[in-house]
């Protein structure tokens, strides 16, 4: 379909510019778009006390899902044989949708049959604060399929007066179900949902039936069914145009909704249930439910017995106003590396109060980094650190703001940098499945330790001579960072000649290569996690590899290992040439110079999975129909493939040659999840396991394809099918889109960071800790004036306050900074609150439970 190409052309356009910066006035914000945005972080610690078998062999198999609401979204390792898992496992990933529950739960894994679900953690969105940030001991709750519900009903309810054929006065309920929202996916597809209308009293139970929906998660039903909710004996001495006072408080209306399952059992989705007095007052009533779990008989259940799971979890939902609210607060956050003292700057004064370090950092480090301020702030954070540090040995060693800091650049801007230098060779790892494992009490029966010590070995010299090879890879920005804290160690101990390399090995080969050696998955140097077995030899070379670059970096004539077998396979390493070769790589990558070619030889892989596609051409019996297939996408292309691992792409789109990437809706096909790449050809559709992962490809195909020539302004949200596009019914296939793109042609940057949306999240934590705040500045105020603490040390003992008088001066900014920013975001939760009423899509009731 080549033909297609023109119109796409021909439908690019440049995005209008947006002049000026001036501050908006009040109110300006309700006529703008506010960004409601989502994120979950955390970790999934461990499982303890699980329900053992109840044969000989007690132990499970067990893994850990995290559910927004039915839908999974993240899968932990298998760990085997063990009651007490321990996962250690940490997530984080933007929200794309609206969410009622936040589930963790444990399966215990089976090859043959379904995995078994042991129990479950399930914490309302609502109630996510309480948890936010700490570590915390849930009890398992048990997992029953009708309480497990999602999604939302939209009916109405109305009360007619009938005159039956005797003379009589009846009314007549009349129940119109419109529509369902949000359904959950069955076996990862769309349902195929119907409802039953149930009038239920003391003395009835009247029920009716919807027809099926096929294949969708949001069926349109608008059917009315008619009940009688009077008897005309009822009328002998009572008005004739009232329902009776006891039948409306004893009859309600019930909903239940049900996946037809045709030859197997039907399944359960949700029930709401109504009273009909909610039309004492009006004739009619109409509003969104929430749907609710089944009534199971009030069955007590122990639900000690399951065991408990330890969750660190921390979801924030963050209002995003337009770019000029926050210039102010960029403006000081910016100027952070320039100020002196450091601790008296506004970025290190937020590591300073926030409960949680983590919490400041990531947003800081994002920020600085756009505006090529990082480095900076870094080394003066960094040389505070080295003014504590006594001893060269343990330089770097702990979890302070400047460690932090440095480890999350790392991961943001050093992707890459692994992918070249760690990828190859961990593919061959994991997909060879050698058996590496030395240590004598835990070898297989017929296994032989020698030629394990021998894979071992390979494998650890190949990572080795790598990483040691791959200083020209390593991104500039860490290049600068680590010159500036070997300048930096190298004058707070200028008798030791070894610290100038500890100070850099202490990040790149300890916080840097070894974490990402042990853990592929989470750096998306591997699609899946390893199995147990790949795991431990994972292991067991990290611990190496991590030795190596310490020793090598302190020329220790011993190892530091607590294991004898390890001590005993690292002789093996104990040469000259090791050390020479760490020395060498450390001084490179620690130059001022520049390390990253100017042209990179080898595509950038970027992202890779499993999902399911449209087919482009026609099956034998003319339907088109979706197949799985092995996605690949590099700064260069996006294949697809057969199976992991195939060489031969079936299908090829260049990069360059992208237009768009949208959502596409759920109407198109009945199915979830879906998104299009507009290349110039055919549109190519596509549906991601879940919405998290649509967003994370939706994501990195546009960040990757934003600055191509030609991209389109709009395009269509619903597919071309049957002579027309769905979505605005035009009959040309290379018609005009009829809704603009979503992403717009952005600035010439070298990391896609959402500015706005990181200094929104540092304007939450200076609101959450504004108690520390004023409890800085006290501080401040009595050392500026008594000229040393005369209060309880405990006042202000935990604050770094270098400079009394700066530090103060800057809290007095952030404080008028943060009220100024107030105003808008109160202005904004207003009118939200008085926009969603209670009954809305947007705010359903939430009926009553069984």
């Excluded at 049959?113 to 309302?124: E, F, H, N, S, T």
């Excluded at 004598?440 to 040691?468: C, M, W």
């Excluded at 791959?470 to 008798?495: E, I, K």
Aim: charged content about 25%.
């Amino acid at each position: 379909m080549a033909a297609a190409a023109p119109a796409a052309a021909a439908a690019s356009s440049e995005a209008p510019a947006t002049s000026g910066t001036a501050e908006p006035e009040a109110g300006d914000e309700d006529s703008r778009e506010v960004r409601v945005l989502q994120s979950l972080r955390g970790k999934i610690c461990e499982a303890k006390n699980l329900l053992p078998y109840l044969g000989p062999n007690k132990m499970r198999d067990c893994f850990c899902t995290i559910n927004l609401d039915q839908e999974e979204v993240y899968r932990t390792q298998v760990v085997e044989k063990s009651l007490s898992p321990f996962f250690s496992e940490e997530f984080y990933f933007e929200i794309p949708r609206t969410f009622q529950y936040l589930s963790f739960y444990v399966y215990d894994k089976n090859v043959l049959q379904r995995d078994l679900r042991i129990g479950k953690v399930a914490i309302k969105k609502e109630d996510l604060c309480n948890h936010s940030g700490k570590e915390t001991w849930f009890l398992l709750q048990p997992v029953d399929s009708n309480s497990e519900v999602q999604g939302k009903v939209h009916l109405e309810l109305k009360l007619n007066e009938l005159i039956t054929e005797n003379g009589t006065v009846c009314q007549q309920l009349v129940v119109h179900i419109v529509s369902c929202h949000g359904l959950p996916l069955i076996n990862g597809q769309s349902c195929d949902p119907y409802a039953t209308v149930s009038l239920v009293g003391p003395s009835r139970n009247d029920q009716k039936k919807t027809k099926v929906k096929k294949k969708t998660s949001n069926p349109q039903f608008n059917e009315i069914f008619y009940f009688e909710v009077t008897r005309s004996s009822s009328y002998t001495r009572k008005s004739q145009f009232q329902v009776e006072e006891e039948d409306i408080e004893k009859l309600e209306i019930r909903i239940d909704l049900w996946n037809n399952g045709n030859l197997v059992q039907d399944i359960f989705l949700g029930e709401i249930k109504v009273p009909v007095n909610v039309l004492r007052n009006d004739s009619s009533h109409q509003a969104w439910y929430l749907l609710q779990p089944r009534d199971n008989g009030n069955k007590s259940s122990k639900t000690d017995d399951l065991g408990s799971l330890r969750l660190n979890i921390c979801y924030t939902e963050d209002y995003v106003l337009p770019s000029e609210y926050y210039g102010p607060l960029k403006t000081l956050l910016l100027k952070s590396p320039d100020v002196q003292p450091i601790s008296a700057s506004a970025a290190y004064i937020l590591g300073e109060i926030c409960r949680d370090k983590n919490d400041a950092v990531l947003p800081l480090v994002r920020l600085l980094l756009h505006h090529d301020k990082l480095v900076p702030f870094a080394t003066a954070v960094a040389e505070l650190d080295l003014k504590d540090t006594q001893d060269a040995n343990t330089i770097f060693r702990g979890n302070s703001l400047a460690t932090r800091c440095l480890d999350e650049m790392m991961k943001i801007v050093g992707g890459h940098y692994l992918k070249v230098t760690l990828k190859p060779i961990l593919d061959e790892i994991c997909e060879s499945s050698k058996s590496c494992e030395i240590d004598p009490i835990k070898l297989k029966e017929g296994d032989n330790v020698e030629n394990n010590k021998e894979n071992l070995r390979y494998y650890v010299d190949k990572l080795f001579s790598t990483i040691v090879k791959s200083s020209m890879s390593c991104p500039t920005v860490m290049c600068d960072t680590f010159y500036s804290l070997r300048q930096m160690a190298t004058q707070r101990f200028p008798n030791d000649p070894h610290v100038q390399y500890s100070a850099v090995s202490s990040f790149v080969f300890l916080r840097f290569f070894a974490v990402a050696v042990v853990s592929p998955h989470t750096f998306h140097l591997r699609p899946h996690h390893p199995d147990a077995q790949t795991i431990r030899t994972l292991t067991l070379i990290s611990k190496t590899i991590q030795t190596l670059g310490s020793w090598g970096s302190l020329s220790k004539s011993k190892s530091s290992f607590k294991e004898t077998f390890m001590c005993e396979f690292f002789k093996m390493f104990q040469e000259e040439r090791y050390i020479i070769a760490v020395k060498k790589f450390l001084d490179e990558i620690s130059s001022t110079e520049t390390k990253e070619s100017s042209g990179t030889s080898e595509p950038v892989h970027l992202k890779e999975g499993e999902m399911y596609k449209r087919a482009q051409g026609r099956t034998r019996i003319g339907k088109k129909n979706f197949k799985k297939r092995w996605f690949c996408l590099t700064s260069r292309e996006l294949t697809y493939h057969k199976q992991p691992g195939s060489k031969d792409a079936i299908y090829t789109i260049p990069v360059k040659n992208i237009l768009a990437v949208e959502k596409l809706e759920e109407s198109s096909f009945n199915k979830k999840n879906m998104f299009q790449v507009i290349h110039m050809e055919k549109p190519l559709y596509v549906q991601a396991n879940n919405c998290v992962e649509a967003n994370e490809w939706i994501d990195v195909l546009c960040r990757v394809s934003r600055c191509n020539q030609n991209r389109l302004s709009f395009y269509h949200p619903s597919a071309y099918l049957n002579g027309n596009w769905l979505c605005c019914l035009e009959t040309s296939e290379n018609a005009l889109g009829c809704k603009p793109c979503t992403a717009g042609v952005p600035a010439d940057i070298q990391i896609d960071i959402d500015e706005d949306r990181e200094t929104e999240r540092i304007y939450s934590l200076f609101t959450l800790s504004l108690l520390k705040l004023q409890k800085m500045e006290e501080a401040c105020g009595t050392i500026a004036v008594y000229q040393g603490p005369q209060k309880e040390p405990d006042d202000y003992s935990n604050f770094v306050i270098e400079d009394s008088v700066t530090t103060f001066k800057t809290i007095k900014q952030i404080k008028s900074i943060i009220e100024k920013l107030d105003e808008p975001h109160e202005k904004y939760r207003k009118k939200r609150s008085t926009s969603a009423k209670y009954g809305s899509k947007e705010n359903p009731i939430v009926g009553k439970t069984s």
